[in-house]
Structures are given as C-alpha cells and as structure tokens.
C-alpha cells in the first residue's frame, strides 16, 4: 500500500486559549517576582510632617492677600520649632521601639514609659499648635479663611 504524497507539511497553529493562558501565567509570574523584589527594598522614611506644612504655607502665600499671607507666615514661624519637635519626638520613639525589640530582655514597662512620654510630648506640642492656629484663623480676613479652606488640608 502506497501513502499519498503531500505538499509540505502545513505549521501548525497554536489554539488562542493556549496563547492568552501563557499570557496570562507569565504575567502572574511577572508580578510576583516584582512584588517580592519591592519587599526587599527598605520602605521610604516617613513624611516629614514639617515639609507638608511649609509647602502649605507656600502656596497659601500664593492666593493670599499680602495682608493674610504676612499673619499665615508669622504663625507659621512662630511655631517652626514646635513642629520639628513634633518630628523629633516621633523619631525618638520610633528608636525607643527598635532598641526595646533588638534587647536581650524585652523591658515592658520602659517600653510603656517611653510610649507616655512622647504621647505627653505630642499632646503638649499638639496643644501649643492647636492655639497657634485659632489665634491666626482669628486674625484672617475672612476671605483668606476661604481660601485657605478651598485648598484643603496640608499634603
């Protein structure tokens, strides 16, 4: 029995489900290994809270009256160093924490003590802040209250 002579060999076509589900596996695959190489870079240091409230005060200045902008900017110096406080305190207790894990004998109370400390801090700052921003709302025009109001909070 002779076999019937054919052309050349036709190439065979891959089916589309089998091309979207390699797509879709090497895709999977692709963003676990992106999300597992973002897990060993260090996180980003905090934001600054400073550097939000500067850049506010910035930009407030912009659509301020000269007037409103000069009482905004006075409030804000006048307050500069309780806000880098506010910083500091937050990153000492931050460190207070790492020590406290990384000793030999985990020491609950100074821990807890540590953890009073700065939250008095930060209430006293907070307070001292608190009053810095009634006393110059007060002294705004009620225009530039408006304003300040329609560019939302510090980011």
Do not use: C
């Amino acid at each position: 029995m002779s076999r019937p002579v054919s052309g050349p060999a036709a190439p065979r076509r891959w089916p589309w489900y089998l091309l979207v589900g390699s797509l879709a596996v090497n895709m999977l695959l692709g963003g676990i290994l992106a999300a597992q190489a973002l897990h060993l870079m260090p996180p980003p240091p905090p934001p600054d809270p400073g550097q939000g409230i500067a850049r506010f005060v910035e930009r407030a200045e912009r659509s301020l009256s000269p007037a409103d902008a000069a009482i905004l900017r006075r409030g804000y110096e006048a307050e500069r160093t309780s806000i880098e406080r506010m910083h500091q305190n937050m990153e000492a207790l931050r460190h207070q924490i790492r020590e406290s894990m990384k000793a030999p004998t985990f020491d609950p109370e100074g821990l807890r003590r540590a953890f009073e400390q700065a939250h008095a801090t930060e209430a006293e700052l907070r307070g001292r802040m608190d009053s810095r921003v009634i006393e110059v709302l007060g002294q705004l025009s009620p225009e530039g209250r408006r304003k300040l109001m329609e560019m939302g909070p510090p980011r």
